[in-house]
């Protein structure tokens, strides 16, 4: 479908097809520009591109989200203040490969990831470009080196400062795994995450909220996860344990302490999660999520009205455990549930959403599935 999309509206065959997914984060939240420990795993949903190369240095994209619109630039026009909305995620990954993309391009994506929910479509985007520029032009980068540029393309050219979780995911994961990432050296595990054959399933709540008076929220953690390592004499917060955190709490503001305790203890409990999984006790990951969760709300402060309400009801209707996920203010929670579980407890969500207010969330399940690829 894509591939007679494009040539209905290019007038020429794509060269090369690629996907990459979405994500979910299990465990290790606001701690990947710690140089932190993470566990996310891909999701089924995906973001599709068509590309071909053009023998001018004209740019060319559209999306089959909105038929009838094609953005139009060149090669030579690319800057990190220039034109575009998405589409400066797609510009972005070009610039970011410098000089390496020798010609302009024809580019159709097909994007599967919902907007919005906090499921990573951003780096769904950015990755399925990535991935296709790499082959079409023999750049030949390794994964890790992949997900930098990526980042690099949000970082420096849309702007954003997000850290490195989302696009290694979307790159590396593989199906039925968890992606345990070093953020610091990009090292990986993977990790069996085997939920069906445990009879649970992990509900995927979008809130459909998205709080953007606090768009800079996300930045300004950052920034107090930074000077409170600067304030500790360490290159990250991932180098400091939680004792030696509490021993050094002087030398902090309490704002810097409720920051670095939440990344601290939450780097720890991935540590922890990877342990349970391994011995496929989900009751102890179950309690760890909670634990994130209360982390996430009263330490570091980025969880909103909505997704507590997704987790508190999630937990009084049977859950193992839950919290929000991704970067927070809105977006998206999950919950873990026996398979018998779940179809109560989304109603009960659903009847709690309406009760308060709140727009109608959204459900979603997915299996751990894999990372991005060239489809032909
Ligand atoms: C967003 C960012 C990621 C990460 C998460 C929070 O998804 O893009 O780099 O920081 O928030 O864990």
């Not at 479509?121 to 030949?140: G, P, R």
């Not at 590396?172 to 993977?190: H, P, V």
């Not at 009879?199 to 950052?222: K, Q």
């Not at 503001?253 to 540590?271: G, K, S």
């Amino acid at each position: 479908m894509l591939r007679s999309d494009f040539t209905a509206l290019f007038g020429q065959t794509p060269e090369i097809v690629t996907e990459a997914p979405g994500r979910v984060n299990l465990i290790g939240e606001h701690v990947d520009y710690c140089d932190g420990f993470v566990m996310p795993f891909a999701i089924n949903d995906r973001t599709y591109a068509a590309i071909s190369k053009r023998r001018d240095r004209n740019i060319r994209i559209a999306s089959k989200q909105r038929t009838g619109e094609i953005f139009e630039t060149s090669l030579d026009q690319l800057a990190p203040d220039g034109k575009g909305d998405w589409e400066r995620y797609i510009l972005g990954v070009i610039w970011a490969f410098g000089g390496q993309v020798t010609s302009g391009l024809d580019i159709l994506v097909d994007g599967g990831v919902a907007l919005g929910a906090g499921l990573s479509s951003s780096a769904a985007l950015e990755c399925s470009i990535a991935t296709a520029l790499n082959k079409l032009f023999d750049v030949n980068l390794s994964l890790p080196e992949l997900a930098r540029l990526a980042q690099r393309a949000e970082n420096g050219y849309v702007g954003v400062p997000c850290g490195i979780m989302d696009q290694s995911v979307s790159l590396m994961a593989q199906a039925g795994n968890a992606l345990l990432l070093d953020c610091r050296d990009l090292s990986t595990e993977q990790i069996p995450l085997d939920l069906a054959s445990a009879g649970l399933e992990l509900m995927i709540i979008d809130t459909r909220a998205h709080h953007a008076l606090v768009d800079g929220g996300y930045a300004e953690r950052r920034a107090s996860c930074e000077s409170a390592a600067k304030k500790l004499g360490i290159k990250a917060l991932r180098d400091c344990s939680v004792s030696e955190l509490e021993s050094s709490r002087s030398k902090l503001t309490e704002l810097e302490y409720m920051r670095a305790e939440h990344v601290v203890n939450d780097i720890e409990r991935v540590h922890q999660t990877v342990e349970f999984l391994k011995k496929n006790d989900f009751v102890s990951v179950g309690k760890i999520l909670t634990q994130s969760h209360a982390s996430l709300r009263d330490r570091f402060e980025i969880s909103c009205a909505e997704l507590d309400l997704a987790v508190d009801t999630a937990l009084a209707n049977k859950s193992l455990g839950g919290r929000m996920i991704g970067g927070g203010f809105g977006g998206s929670a999950i919950a873990l549930f026996k398979v018998a579980d779940i179809e109560p407890a989304k109603t009960a969500i659903a009847v709690a959403f309406k009760s308060a207010g709140y727009v109608e969330p959204r459900f979603f399940t997915s299996l751990p599935s894999s990372g991005a690829a060239v489809i032909n």
